[in-house]
Each structure stands twice: as structure tokens, then as C-alpha cells.
């Protein structure tokens, strides 16, 4: 049998927060090391390990070779595994109950599979969602993992995916038939309300807030009716929504980041555990 040499855990769970924050210093700030021992790591990875370059280096921005981005796929299958390994051995019976925060929307899209998967490795833990506005949720000191929208720019926590918004509605919904367009939108501290604001005065473009709700499926029941525009995340563009781009009047948009964020006074195995599983899923 060939014998090659080890990769240690640690070293992984580095060069994953290195591609995830673009960096070494941010992820050594996030795996609690020095940026001159991050770059070591890395280093004796590149070229005592596996004897391949991993990144390519653009003043303080790395960015993965394409050896890179295969042990990247690899890496987080391992560091799950090894997650699942201590944690199912170590407490064989884990209960419990953990609090997590997201804004409804992410919850259909995202949240289903995660919770799926994680509930099939530890079925006896309780999951308690609370689903709030991002500002909301940042305010809130129960929760133990909290996922929340950030603008370019303004990131905290950990990266789960940048998400492409646009301006969404029926396809029966006609444009030409309003002087004012007809907005869905959230409550007034959303950043998806702001955003649609900033666009449309910035454009000079005619609107009214027609319909106002916190809740993510009263938005859409409105939209798929045909009554208003909404702006969303281009992953929730559903079957029966189109987009309405410039030709439409409609401006750009800005990217959102979608972050996660732990709480350092709630921490336990299952945490961490469930919290591996949400950056897994979000990235998929």
C-alpha cells in the first residue's frame, strides 16, 4: 500500500478560512493565528505535503489555483466528517436545543436541505428558528447562530455566499399599465426596502410602496398575483416570476453577502456542528 503523507485537521480548517475571507490575515484572525504562522502552514502544505501551489497571490488577496479549489471540495468533506466523528463518538446521544436566527426567505431556499441532513446525523437535537429582519437579528443575544445580509463592504462573521439581487414580478405584470410602479417590500429597516429606494430615486423612476410585509411568502403571493414588483435574491426567481431588467427601466442592483454569524456566549459541540453543516449547505 502507497503511504503518503498526512494533511493535520488544523491545517485544513486554515486554508479553508483563508479561501473564505480572501486572505491570510483575516483568517488567521478567524482560526485565532498569527499571519506569519498561517503563512507557514501553507507553505509546508504547498510544498512539503502535496507538493502543488494552491494559491495565487495578489498583494494581500489570494486567490485558489485550481489545485486549490479541489482540495477545497475536499477539505470541507473532511473537516465535516471529522466534525461528525468526535461529535457522535465523544457524546454518542446528543440533545439539546439550539437557537438560530435567519430571515424567512433563506429558509425556503437554503434551510431545508441543511436541516435535513443535520437531522438525520443527530435526530435528537432541537432546532428553534426564529425568523427576523438581518437588523433584527443582529440585536438579538439568545440566539446561538444567526444567519443575516450584509452589503459589500460591511462583512462580519463568516462568508456563506454572495448572492446576485433583481428586480422580480409576474409575467402578466406590464409595466407600461403603471405611472408609479408598484413595490412589495419589507419593513422599513430591510435592506431589501433601501436598496429598492436608493435605486429607483437614484434612477428618477416613478414608484409607490403598494404593499408592506415582514413576512417573505405574503411578498411572493403578491408578486406571483401580479399586483407589484419586489426585489430578491436571483437564486429565489421562481418558476412563475420573471425578471424586469434595464429595457424595463429597472436599475442595477447591488450584490448581497450572506454571512454567518456564531455567538461566543452560546457555544457547544452541537453549535459548531450545526454550524459546519450551514456553511456546507449555503455553498452548494
Not at 488567521?28 to 507553505?43: C, D, I, P, W, Y
Not at 407589484?228 to 420573471?242: F, K
Amino acid at each position: 500500500m502507497s503511504s503518503y503523507p498526512s494533511i493535520d485537521t488544523e491545517v485544513l480548517r486554515t486554508f479553508v478560512a483563508i479561501a473564505d475571507q480572501g486572505g491570510f490575515t483575516r483568517a488567521g484572525e478567524l482560526v485565532n493565528r498569527t499571519q506569519s504562522a498561517v503563512s507557514m502552514q501553507m507553505k509546508r502544505l504547498e510544498e512539503d505535503v502535496l507538493q502543488r501551489k494552491l494559491f495565487e497571490r495578489d498583494g494581500r488577496q489570494v486567490r485558489l489555483t485550481p489545485e486549490g479549489q479541489v482540495l477545497l471540495g475536499y477539505a470541507r468533506r473532511i473537516l465535516k466528517l471529522h466534525s461528525e466523528v468526535f461529535n457522535t463518538l465523544r457524546e454518542p446521544h446528543m440533545v439539546g436545543l439550539v437557537r438560530i436566527g435567519t430571515p424567512d426567505d433563506y429558509v425556503m431556499r437554503f434551510l431545508p436541505g441543511i436541516l435535513k441532513q443535520f437531522s438525520k446525523a443527530y435526530p435528537l437535537i432541537q432546532i428553534e428558528l426564529h425568523c427576523e429582519s438581518s437588523t433584527v437579528l443582529m440585536q438579538r443575544r439568545d440566539l446561538a447562530l444567526t444567519v443575516i445580509s450584509r452589503e459589500t463592504g460591511k462583512e462580519i462573521g463568516e462568508l456563506l455566499r454572495t448572492e446576485r439581487m433583481v428586480w422580480a414580478a409576474a409575467p402578466c405584470f406590464c409595466v407600461e399599465d403603471h405611472d408609479a410602479v408598484p413595490l412589495a417590500v419589507s419593513g422599513a429597516d430591510c435592506l431589501y426596502t433601501q436598496w429598492t429606494r436608493a435605486a429607483l430615486d437614484a434612477s428618477g423612476r416613478d414608484y409607490r410602496l403598494a404593499y408592506h410585509s415582514t413576512n417573505v411568502a405574503a411578498i411572493q403571493a403578491v408578486v406571483s398575483a401580479g399586483l407589484a414588483a419586489m426585489i430578491c435574491m436571483e437564486s429565489l426567481v421562481t418558476e412563475d416570476l420573471r425578471v424586469l431588467g434595464s429595457d424595463e427601466g429597472f436599475p442595477p442592483l447591488p450584490s448581497m453577502n450572506l454571512h454567518l454569524l456564531r455567538n461566543p456566549q452560546i457555544t457547544s459541540p452541537i453549535t459548531e456542528c450545526l454550524a459546519e453543516y450551514i456553511l456546507e449547505g449555503f455553498r452548494l
